[in-house]
């Protein structure tokens, strides 16, 4: 159920340590403007990137996701990368899951700004580009633009190609030949992080209206991020 019964399937990766309204407004934006009928939460069991040592378990992080997402329809949550060998590499997950759609279904994968431009680092980088059609977006506070997400991927996939701005004249669509499509969003307007969250809470600070109030409890009650 969690990736059949789908046309047009976002994912959305990450660490989710833990998920904020940010995450949320991003996927509620992006499924509207590109009409997309579901978006898949896929936390990162064994993030390649990121140490960890105020990382919540793997659990913890699924399930504060759950809740997060309750009474938007549109919106799951994965676990599958827990069950997959070694760091969790997006190419090796784009994979798992293009095995699991329905036939005809389309796979996007949502990632910000600030992820994507390190993306020619990532493990298979080029089979990435195969396996979905990326929307990057915006991330608040850090300068991007249709050009910015041009020549990240001219690095990689080679000249600049024609780019397709849409309406609003800042987003629009990057096409490689041999290469599935690449969105740019513009919208996303929260500046809020998930490193500003721990931080607040290490001082014993309020994150109220940065988180939905089921995650905020689960925080509290669990004592996360405390010290
Ligand atoms: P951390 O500070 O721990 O890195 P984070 O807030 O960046 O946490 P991640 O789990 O690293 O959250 O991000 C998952 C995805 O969500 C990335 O693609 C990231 O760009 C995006 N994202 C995170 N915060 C926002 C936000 N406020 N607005 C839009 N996109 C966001
Ligand atoms: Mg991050």
Redesign the pocket.
Known sequence: MTFTGARRLGL??????PV?L??L??AEEISEHLGLDRVVFMPAARAPHKPGLDLASFGHRLTMLNFAVRGQDRFRVSDLEDGLPGPSYTANTLEEVAARLDEGCRLFF??????FRTVGQWHRCLDLFRLASFVV?R??GLGSGLSSVGEVLARILGPFPDMEADGSGQGGTLSWAGFQPVHYYPG?R??????DLRNRLVLGDSVRYLVPDSVREYIEANSLYHS
Do not use: Y
């Not at 959305?12 to 340590?17: D, E, P, Q």
């Open positions: 959305m990766g990450g660490t989710f340590n904020h940010g995450h407004r991003a949502l990632v910000g700004f600030d992820s977006f991330r608040p996303c929260l500046e809020i992080s998930s490193t």
